[in-house]
């Protein structure tokens, strides 16, 4: 990939992921969750603490993915990292699907498979974006623009 060139494929994983986020927020509304923990008040202010501060974090992973696939200088090790974090986020979200499937009632269990393309997918933008950022052994990778004449 050429010097400053922005990551399409990574900035469309980043807007999934964001999407996934604010979905998220709407979740517990849009299933009613609080109406079966009435009788729990802490039961239901732990679960919607939780899916709120867990939408939270998908949503600044993904703002932080965007930046990263936008960004000229995005081969920092830091950047690497916020990747492999949000990729890694994806690759469990898939593998506890597979082995924790959600309990769909049996006309909709055909919706497994695209509850489980989500993660595959958006893992799959992740590694790709990775593996170009991936700077040979021993090398540095100098984010600045070359000066004025092409000398520097």
């Given at each position: 990939?050429?010097r400053?060139?922005?990551?399409?494929?990574?900035?469309?994983?980043?807007?999934?992921?964001?999407?996934?986020?604010?979905?998220?927020?709407?979740?517990?509304?849009?299933?009613?969750?609080?109406?079966?923990?009435?009788?729990?008040?802490?039961?239901?202010?732990?679960?919607?603490?939780?899916?709120?501060?867990?939408?939270?974090?998908?949503?600044?992973?993904?703002?932080?993915?965007?930046?990263?696939a936008?960004e000229?200088?995005?081969?920092?090790?830091?950047?690497?990292?916020?990747?492999?974090?949000?990729?890694?986020?994806?690759?469990?979200?898939?593998?506890?699907?597979v082995?924790?499937?959600?309990?769909?009632?049996?006309?909709?269990?055909?919706?497994?498979?695209g509850?489980?393309?989500?993660?595959?997918?958006?893992?799959?933008?992740?590694?790709?974006?990775?593996?170009?950022?991936?700077?040979?052994?021993?090398?540095?990778?100098?984010?600045?623009?070359?000066?004025?004449?092409?000398?520097?």
């Amino acid at each position: 990939m050429r010097r400053g060139a922005s990551d399409w494929g990574l900035a469309v994983a980043g807007i999934l992921t964001c999407g996934m986020a604010l979905y998220h927020f709407w979740l517990p509304i849009a299933f009613r969750w609080g109406d079966a923990l009435a009788e729990v008040p802490m039961l239901h202010w732990g679960l919607f603490i939780i899916n709120a501060c867990f939408s939270y974090l998908l949503l600044a992973g993904g703002a932080a993915t965007i930046a990263i696939a936008l960004e000229p200088g995005r081969r920092e090790r830091a950047g690497r990292w916020v990747l492999m974090a949000m990729a890694g986020f994806w690759l469990f979200n898939g593998a506890y699907q597979v082995f924790i499937p959600m309990p769909l009632p049996q006309r909709m269990a055909g919706l497994r498979w695209g509850f489980l393309a989500f993660p595959a997918v958006v893992v799959l933008l992740y590694g790709l974006a990775l593996a170009r950022r991936r700077a040979p052994s021993g090398t540095t990778v100098d984010p600045s623009p070359p000066a004025p004449g092409g000398i520097g």
